[in-house]
T-cell receptor, first 111, second 115 residues
Framework: DAKTTQPPSMDCAEGRAANLPCNHSTISGNEYVYWYRQIHSQGPQYIIHGLKNNETNEMASLIITEDRKSSTLILPHATLRDTAVYYCIVRSFSGTYKYIFGTGTRLKVLA | DAGVIQSPRHEVTEMGQEVTLRCKPISGHDYLFWYRQTMMRGLELLIYFNNNVPIDDSGMPEDRFSAKMPNASFSTLKIQPSEPRDSAVYFC?????????????FGDGTRLSIL
């Protein structure tokens, strides 16, 4: 699976959009980009995933560049409850089934 | 809908004791995963099952660790004998299907402390 690179930490003002970047320059054509977050003392929570096209759900939007070498998770109106560690994961379409969690981005939403 | 349920949430025991962690996956999910999270190593996959059959146990650290899935709604991870370095948070996750576009859903984990 491709490796991902994320900034170690970010701050965001409450009510503003939080844009979390991820680089995955060695991604293969059949590999999905997944985003999870982990709030203290809880298990990782699935947010969104995509292959080529941008995706949106009730939690967030995922923007994937045309060359697929990077992506951005957007939380449109961050709240204090969005404070968490956000993990970007690249996962193969078939074969090994492993998520390889990196160190993630620690997002702090400020009041 | 009920998510993945793990028990106990916290376990403190002395070195050398047997520890059993339990997991109930989401109903209808045919894949089950056990992970371990530590500050030093982050989240690591230990083993996963498909239709109750272990598929890949290459992440299991030692023979002291064993996992079973006797039926579709229950799995255990056992450590015998336990050691202080086994202290970690252990997560169970489940998913449906074997396509790369199926997300895994995690439980809230068991925080294990071996004294």
């Amino acid at each position: 699976d491709a490796k991902t690179t994320q900034p170690p930490s970010m701050d965001c003002a409450e009510g503003r959009a939080a844009n979390l970047p991820c680089n995955h320059s060695t991604i293969s054509g059949n590999e999905y980009v997944y985003w999870y977050r982990q709030i203290h003392s809880q298990g990782p929570q699935y947010i969104i995933h995509g292959l080529k096209n941008n995706e949106t759900n009730e939690m967030a939007s995922l923007i994937i560049t045309e060359d697929r070498k990077s992506s951005t998770l957007i939380l449109p109106h961050a709240t204090l409850r969005d404070t968490a560690v956000y993990y970007c994961i690249v996962r193969s379409f078939s074969g090994t089934y492993k998520y390889i969690f990196g160190t993630g981005t620690r997002l702090k939403v400020l009041a | 809908d009920a998510g993945v349920i793990q028990s106990p949430r916290h376990e403190v025991t002395e070195m050398g004791q047997e520890v059993t962690l339990r997991c109930k996956p989401i109903s209808g999910h045919d894949y089950l995963f056990w992970y371990r999270q530590t500050m030093m190593r982050g989240l690591e996959l230990l083993i996963y099952f498909n239709n109750n059959v272990p598929i890949d146990d290459s992440g299991m650290p030692e023979d002291r660790f064993s996992a079973k899935m006797p039926n579709a709604s229950f799995s255990t991870l056992k450590i015998q004998p336990s050691e202080p370095r086994d202290s970690a948070v252990y997560f169970c996750a489940s998913s449906v299907g074997d396509e790369g576009n199926q997300p895994q859903h995690f439980g809230d984990g068991t925080r294990l402390s071996i004294l």
